[in-house]
Nanobody, 124 residues
Framework: QLQVVESGGGLVQPGGSLRLSCAAS????????IGWFRQAPGKAREGVSC????????IYADSVKGRFTISRDNAKNTVYLRMNSLKPEDTAIYYC?????????????????WGQGTQVTVSS
């Protein structure tokens, strides 16, 4: 079964940090661009970050620039999202997705495989 699985979510205080992981099973991530998306209650799902298949280029939503860092370890078939200086408005379900092309995009219809999501809650 081809799938991606997120992990690493949880409850954190404002200003804290979390690292999310996106692991693939059934296929190798080497040739896939990987995106992180999030959906807050009552809001549409939005793009957060993306990394090219080679890892040579990344994109970020304006709301997370300077706080979040995406990286990938193709040897471990895993992509990470390091989230620092978390704010209450970062509270959402975070999804990773794999697109069968090398470039980055926040176009959700371009992604072939989606995980089930991991909850991130930022609250004191």
């Amino acid at each position: 079964q081809l799938q991606v699985v997120e992990s690493g979510g949880g409850l954190v205080q404002p200003g804290g940090s979390l690292r999310l992981s996106c692991a693939a099973s059934g296929f190798t991530l080497d040739y896939y661009a990987i995106g992180w998306f999030r959906q807050a209650p009552g809001k549409a799902r939005e793009g957060v970050s993306c990394i090219r298949s080679s890892g040579s280029s990344t994109i970020y939503a304006d709301s997370v620039k300077g706080r979040f860092t995406i990286s990938r370890d193709n040897a471990k078939n895993t992509v990470y999202l390091r989230m620092n200086s978390l704010k209450p408005e970062d509270t959402a379900i975070y999804y990773c997705a794999a697109a069968n092309h090398y470039y980055c995009s926040f176009g959700q219809d371009e992604y072939d495989y989606w995980g089930q999501g991991t909850q991130v809650t930022v609250s004191s």
